[in-house]
């Protein structure tokens, strides 16, 4: 069974970082890109970064790029999603999800929270 | 970057009824269009990809049409558990990947 778990988020205040990280179990991690989405609180969804198989290459949003670093480590199953410099405008529940062009399987989610 | 609209941005109607939801995009993506389901609390559930091809384990009721700028999400009988908040997304030509900013379908 495909399963994938995020944690780290939390409540930070704005200018803060975090360190989101996906752990994921039931396929062959290296071989296939990772994606993050998020949703604002009430809102759609905004397609955040992906990342590569290998992890060699990467993609971001114009929103966050220079601000947010994609990274994985294939040995531990493991993505990440290094924020810094957070805003309000970050706000929002945060998936990982497995991409093979359409994003068939996603996590259940952790809510991050930019706040004084 | 290519927008994508759905329409309309909310849809009532009974079970047993047919749902028709549009998704319009601003360039032409031939077939790479996707479609999600989420429901409150949850993480959205991939439905339809390459336009009109059903994920895995998605009931027949549910199916996908278009091409171009112009798809189309069919719901043939609605049953109680497929209300609940529709996305389109594409990554035809990306970054970024973008999604429609969903359709609710609501019980009348």
């Known amino acids: 069974e495909v399963q994938l778990l995020e944690s780290g988020g939390g409540l930070v205040q704005p200018g803060g970082s975090l360190r989101l990280s996906c752990v994921v179990s039931?396929?062959?991690?290296?071989?296939?890109?990772m994606t993050w989405v998020r949703q604002a609180p009430g809102k759609g969804l905004q397609w955040v970064s992906a990342?590569?198989?290998?992890?060699?290459?990467?993609y971001y949003a114009d929103s966050v790029r220079g601000r947010f670093t994609i990274s994985r480590d294939n040995s531990k199953n493991t993505l990440y999603l290094q924020m810094n410099s957070l805003r309000a405008d970050d706000t929002a529940t945060y998936y990982c999800?497995?991409?093979?062009?359409?994003?068939?399987?996603w996590g259940q989610g952790t809510l991050v929270t930019v706040s004084s | 970057e290519i927008v994508l609209t759905q329409s309309p941005a909310t849809l009532s109607l009974s079970p047993g009824e047919r749902a028709t939801l549009s998704c319009r995009a601003s360039?032409?993506?031939?077939?790479?269009l996707a479609w999600y389901q989420q429901k409150p609390g949850q993480a959205p559930r991939l439905l339809i990809y390459?336009?009109?091809n059903r994920a895995t384990g998605i009931p027949a009721r549910f199916s996908g049409s278009g091409s171009g700028t112009d798809f189309t999400l069919t719901i043939s009988s609605l049953e109680p558990e497929d209300f609940a908040v529709y996305y389109c997304?594409?990554?035809?030509?990306?970054?970024?990947?973008?999604f429609g900013p969903g359709t609710k379908l609501n019980v009348k």
């Open positions: 039931g396929f062959t991690f290296d071989d296939y890109a």
């Open positions: 360039q032409s993506l031939s077939s790479c």
């Open positions: 999800a497995k991409d093979t062009a359409d994003f068939d399987c």
């Open positions: 390459d336009a009109s």
């Open positions: 990342i590569s198989g290998s992890g060699g290459s990467t």
């Open positions: 997304q594409q990554r035809c030509n990306w970054p970024p990947i973008t």
